[in-house]
């Protein structure tokens, strides 16, 4: 008998439960809880096991593609990072959402959410969290710095606030695409964008006269000397004595890195470039591959992962925000999300990285011509990268 059990499915339990596997990326809510809540509450219909992605954005995306292109049947749902939806959805990596759920998946979504969950005209994917950036600050140090946190607070009163009491300006990059998110925002402060259309020729922003904008914006805040720019050290360097200021999302209120400092926390709007705060947009989406081998049990368990119950768990407990508006209504949010005031416009209004099936190629090309950023330079910087990001979009070789 154990001969037999051992020759079983290892995608079922030993009472055939299917077994449903979740691969999750970098995440501040607590996904095995969640995942266990949804298998207790489908009464035994399949119990979901969640898996670690890469902490890295290029190698989360690499070890991605190269499962779903070998066609692996192990994944059964995906935390789907906002930038690759496009690019997965292109090459024909998902599973077609099933016509009677779109609507529900679709329903009270903020705009920069379903946009950057939808490719070619169609949801591809469950929109899940989207987090906006916020500009976060200790005690007083913004009322020290002479920043009127009631209204929107510029770049350049920011970077001279914090020059002035000698505190830092930190800005947070989990996963390596926190320099894209940066300057994307920027350059969307100015009135611009990055990244316009969807194919091979779609214009690159960035020399530009929004381009420019958001390269003074660069160049004021290296040559102060308050921060390295967008760093994986940000969070514990916020919460050092000399730490100030932090760009970062509304999830980061519970990471353990800053833990020390939490209760000394508050929160505004993201900085400007020009009169309105556009912060930088970023989230997951849930997905199935197109070779999962339960498709109709998947879509069943992501029903229960964006239900209004686990949207409002995220937030009160996580701090991330939902992509489902309607979920800032709830008392149980209202009661344990006091970001809400800031961060329910910051999603409408927000800039997601540019949805593009060439986005990772864009991005790999922006960053290998803006760092170091030791040697930036809106005089010749922008050109350069200008013409990479242009090259690799187009699919040129380097």
Known sequence: MCLLAACGSSGAKADKTPTLTWYVGPDRADTTALAR???????????????????????????????LAAKDTSIDIMSLDSAFTAEFSAARYLAPLPEELKAAFGQDIAPAALAAATYDGQLAVAPWWFDPQLLWYRGNVAERAGLDTTKPISWDDLVAGAERLGVTIQIADDDGSGLAQWINA?????????VDGTGRHAKVGLDSAAGRAAASVVEFYLDADRGPGPSKDALKKFAAPDGGFLLAPSSVIS???VAAVASDMAWTAYPTVGDTSVAPLSGVGLAVPLYAPHSELSY?????????????????????????????????????????AVTKPAVQSGATLPVTPYWQVAQSALDDTLLPLSDFSQDSTLERSQKAVQAAIAGELP
């Open 300 to 340: 069943a368990a992501i029903t229960c992962l964006t239900s209004p119950t686990i949207l409002t768990s995220i937030m009160a407990s996580a701090g991330h925000s939902a992509s489902r508006l309607t979920t800032y209504d709830d008392p149980a949010v209202k009661k344990s999300y006091p970001m809400a």
């Open 255 to 257: 990471d353990p890195d």
């Open 186 to 194: 920027l350059v969307a402060g100015a009135g611009g964008k990055l």
């Open 37 to 67: 809540s949804c298998s207790d509450s489908s009464n035994g219909a399949y119990e979901i096991r969640v898996k670690q992605l890469p902490t890295d954005v290029n190698a989360r995306h690499a070890m991605l593609v190269r499962r």
